[in-house]
């Protein structure tokens, strides 16, 4: 499983949990939790992409200087 999957499955068990509170607060903070879950995940997926970037261009640079 990648890291922005762990992070989105975290994301959901706060979802989980917060639609099972009963309190409104503790249900806000568990919303609030999941959002954050949900920007690590983005996060990890732009710097996975931009690694992948990197990754090509450094590749092309190689078969182009050979």
């Known amino acids: 499983m990648d890291l922005a999957q762990e992070f989105r499955r975290h994301a959901e068990e706060c ?3 917060a639609r099972t509170t009963r309190g409104l607060e503790d249900r806000a903070g568990w919303n ?3 959002e954050r879950w949900l920007l690590c995940a ?3 997926e732009s710097e996975t992409a931009a690694a992948i970037n990197r990754h090509r261009k450094s590749t092309a640079v190689g078969r182009n200087a050979a």
């Open 42 to 44: 983005q996060k990890a």
């Open 15 to 17: 979802r989980r949990m």
């Open 32 to 34: 609030r939790m999941a």
